[in-house]
């Protein structure tokens, strides 16, 4: 009996324990050669244990070839350490498809077991567990998470929007409030100038000609002067009050405040 | 506490073969990644248990990600490779070519759990081949815990000794760096350092 069919006598009756785990199990020697292939992984790759074990491993699947994959397990026949392969970098190993027509996803483990018959010889034992509902729900829980993200994100966006209009929106109604209340003091200042003018002009003429009067008693012309006084004060005003071209306050009572001439017409 | 004595010239053989197992680890990777990926470790040092718990909280202040690889036989102890979680995180998203700021969950802690079997059996291969050393070992465990529980929550003592090899990860732009920790019993440092002695008379 040959070597390789020794060891498949002998590992079918010895892990028979394995054939009711809900995990995909295959044993393969050095050269692939599959020694034990339990009835999870039978189940799921429609591959019955007649029909592979015996085989090489690769030949049957030959997507085991992948890059690294041979580089990684090869220590495994000399003990080496067990060998991890996620179901992110590799989906499977052993390609499986589910009765949805999807694809599994796998997560596999290639440990060392040592042979019982030959010293220092080991074979390959790979566990293969179906990471693919675990990988849905994962996915399933980025896709709400994302989503989620996005619309705090949005919302923010939305918020800061808002926002920045809200402080447009006010902006733009000073500024027309600010235009009205120019235009409303265009219009008196306007309209008390005119108003004013005319009585001014009225006076002054009346001073000048009391100023050409003669034996006007020089107490009377006193008085007249400190009218003429008040009266170019008031034309200094009403001059003012035609240059008057922006809105300019100033403080007059704690709660009051008064067009400031100077400023609003300077 | 008994400690280890270690001359230079032993720790820097240490070093060669922890430099020569992270680069067939680097190897690995590039066969099975688009992105390219150098590993080189700068320094080896050896500490108390003690003083390592301080040196994970130094070298992560939060959550701390490691993938543990328990060995047993002429020397027995745990190897691990560990980052900041934030730090593994990143180093998945590049690998995987997926955007940051995701959360460590189960797949993602797989693919890290993959990149430190690769690496670390990279390592124990390394020691093990040039050693003529033989281990039995378990099957890698992904741990991820605060780094002040660190100890705790990993298979680890303070009276343990521990091999601890800095590892700069350069993958394109990412940077990352993060340590090779092989912790063992204070027997087992000593053994090692026999075992080297032996191999290269020194």
């Known amino acids: 009996m040959s070597s390789s069919k020794m060891d498949i006598s002998s590992f079918s009756d010895k892990l028979n324990v394995l054939n009711y785990v809900p995990v995909g199990i295959c044993i393969f020697d050095i050269n692939y050669t599959v020694l034990f292939w339990n009835k999870c992984l039978a189940h799921w790759t429609r591959l019955n244990s007649s029909d592979i074990v015996g085989k090489n491993l690769s030949a ?48 596999t483990v290639v440990s060392a077991i040592p042979s019982e018959e030959r010293d220092s010889e080991y074979f390959a034992l790979m566990a293969i567990e179906n990471a693919t509902e675990l990988s849905r729900k994962i996915s399933e829980y980025r896709m709400l998470r994302n989503k989620a993200m996005e619309e705090v994100n949005l919302r923010k966006k939305i918020e800061d929007e808002l926002r920045e209009s809200n402080n447009a929106l006010l902006e733009h109604q000073e500024t027309i ?10 219009e008196m200042a306007g309209a008390t100038a005119h108003e004013l003018n005319q009585p001014l002009m009225t006076l002054l003429g009346t001073i000048e000609l009391i100023h050409m009067t003669q034996d006007v008693p020089e107490t009377i012309l006193g008085h007249f002067n400190n009218i003429e006084k008040s009266a170019r004060r008031i034309a200094d005003i009403v001059s003012k009050i035609q240059k008057i071209r922006q809105y300019q306050t100033k403080q007059y009572l704690h709660d009051v405040s008064i067009i400031d001439l100077t400023e609003s017409s300077s | 506490m008994e400690s280890a004595i270690i001359s230079t010239e032993q720790l820097e053989a240490i070093k060669e073969l922890c430099n020569i197992g992270v ?64 730090t593994a995180s990143s180093l998945v998203s590049v690998l995987v070519e997926e955007g940051d700021d995701l959360d460590m969950d189960a797949l993602r802690a797989g693919t890290f759990c993959e990149v430190g079997n690769i690496v670390l059996n990279g390592v124990m291969g390394s020691i093990s081949n040039i050693l003529d050393l033989s281990f039995e070992y378990s099957v890698p465990e992904y741990i991820e815990t605060h780094s002040d529980n660190f100890m705790k929550d990993s298979s680890l003592s303070e009276d343990s000794h521990v091999l601890l090899a800095r590892t700069r990860f350069t993958i394109d732009e990412l940077d990352i760096e993060g340590d090779i920790a092989l912790f063992m019993q204070i027997a087992a440092i000593n053994k090692l350092i026999e075992t080297i002695e032996e191999k290269f008379g020194f």
């Open chain 2, 23 to 86: 680069g067939k680890g680097a190897a690995v990777l590039n066969s099975m990644l688009s992105t390219h990926i150098s590993l080189n470790v700068p320094y080896v040092k050896i500490i108390s248990g003690k003083d390592f718990r301080q040196e994970v909280k130094a070298f992560a202040r939060n959550s701390i990600s490691a993938v543990e690889l328990a060995f047993k036989g002429n020397i027995s102890g745990a190897a691990q490779l560990l980052f900041p979680t934030e």
């Open chain 1, 60 to 107: 049957k699947f030959p997507s085991i070839d992948s890059p690294g994959f041979h580089e990684r397990i090869q220590y495994i026949f000399t003990g080496g350490p067990p060998v991890l392969f996620s179901s992110q970098l590799h989906s499977s190993i052993i390609p499986c498809v589910l009765s949805d027509g999807s694809s599994m996803i796998q997560k």
């Open chain 1, 177 to 186: 409030l600010k235009q009205e209340r120019l235009k409303v003091l265009l």
